[in-house]
């Protein structure tokens, strides 16, 4: 008799674990279908509109190409170049465009350790390169990987030859900063990679179950710079010492910040790489383009409206958005992590942040990695013989 319960207790048992394995593979299976059934809907609802307006998609690249700020650009950075101005502000402030932070012009720093050839030159040469140029994302093994592993290795490694120039790191895990991360254990996944990369110095201590522990690269804005340079030796990322930091500049007075950071930092510091001007054009651009297409498919609204719906002097694209972007560019397989959000979900898993900027459209750069996700080309803006990797988003 009790080896007869026995018996049907492991029956129950073994019942109850194939019927939540059906259910779970039911609710996968689900969940699936309602992420590719939104990516089929949105793309029929491309096509019909282009079909029905056949110059849409030039008027889409037209607008998107479009700056409104670079005459102010232009400005700032002229001033910024012009001696006498420099000197005539050292004590005044500068409001910044795309930020409420009130920045130094010409610190008294500068003057006191001579650098203000040094901020100049590096100025001047970010502003000369700053135009439109596709083939941008065919050079940031060059501009990105190759001064990274030159910082680490030294004469072992030669940038000179051919095939260390031009070749990728085999994979990376690009990890956001959401507070979905919460809900999953993706430490061991991340740091599986060859190379992780973070956004904003983002906290990973404590966190090692979700987000991981490795990090190779800290990508971050200007802003976060302009925080760190009130600091001694300008180090705030609480990585290892060897993560390099790769920055993208929001204002053309932060290289003040990258000046003053570069001097005191000293050669055995970590690596400070800023971005390409050209790859930030690159990458304004593509935002710019997801974000007028959602808007008039959402709102049926005219591409003129896009501009004072969205505050177009501030609409910047997001860290995040161009992190995944300089991965695509340096790496041979690209994983993404923590993009995307919850209402029962932080808005940062490691932050009380309660709600996104919102100088960021979000939704369109989702977009744009669902395009990459499914393979959809070609890609506005990149050139048609573009090759990018594999890109995998862990949800």
């Known amino acids: 008799m009790i080896p007869q319960i026995k018996h049907n207790n492991i029956m129950k048992r073994s019942f109850h674990i194939r019927s939540l394995f059906f259910l779970l593979l039911f609710v996968f299976l689900i969940a699936t279908l309602i992420n590719n059934s939104r990516t089929i809907i949105r793309k029929t609802l491309l096509l019909r509109f282009q079909l029905q307006y056949p110059t849409f998609e030039a008027a889409l690249l037209k607008h998107a190409a479009i700056d409104p700020t670079e ?16 000197n005539n502000n050292h004590h005044h402030h500068h409001q910044t465009r795309r930020s409420h932070v009130s920045v130094t012009l010409g610190s008294p720093l500068l003057f006191q350790r001579n650098l203000v050839p040094d901020f100049h030159k590096a100025l001047r040469e970010w502003f000369q390169k700053r135009k439109f140029e596709p083939s941008i994302m065919s050079e940031l093994t060059q501009l990105v990987k190759n001064p990274i592993e030159f910082h680490h290795k030294g004469n072992n490694y030669s940038s000179s030859s051919s095939e260390k120039s031009s070749s990728r790191y085999s994979s990376c895990a690009v990890v956001g900063n959401s507070g979905i991360l919460l809900k999953k254990h993706y430490g061991s996944v991340i740091d599986s990679h060859e190379v992780v990369i973070r956004l904003n110095h983002a906290r ?3 966190f090692e179950q979700n987000v991981g522990s490795k990090t190779n690269i800290s990508f971050v804005n200007s802003n976060i710079l302009h925080g760190c340079s009130r600091m001694i030796g300008c180090n705030c990322h609480g990585y290892n010492h060897d993560v390099a930091t790769v920055m993208y500049i929001c204002q053309p007075v932060h290289f003040m910040d990258y000046t003053l950071c570069k001097r005191s930092m000293g050669a055995r510091a970590p690596l400070l790489v800023v971005t390409d001007p050209r790859f930030d054009v690159l990458c304004a651009r593509i ?4 974000s007028l297409r959602r808007f008039v498919l959402e709102s049926g609204k005219g ?5 004072p719906l969205h505050d177009e ?13 300089l991965a695509l560019g ?7 992590f923590g993009f995307g959000k919850s209402v029962s979900a932080k808005h940062h898993y490691h932050t009380n942040q309660k709600s996104e900027l ?4 979000y939704e369109a750069e989702y977009e744009f990695y669902d395009d990459l996700v499914h393979g959809i080309r070609p890609l506005p803006f990149l050139k048609h013989d573009t090759k990018l990797p594999p890109l995998v988003m862990y949800h």
């Open 287 to 290: 935002v710019k383009y997801y």
């Open 330 to 336: 340096v790496c041979e397989r690209v994983s993404m």
């Open 358 to 361: 919102s100088l960021h459209d």
């Open 303 to 307: 591409l003129e409206e896009w501009g």
């Open 71 to 86: 005459p102010q650009w232009n400005r700032e950075i002229r001033n910024l170049l012009d001696q006498n101005n420099l």
């Open 204 to 206: 990973v201590q404590g």
């Open 313 to 325: 002097a501030m609409f910047h694209y997001s860290s995040g958005f161009q992190a995944v972007m």
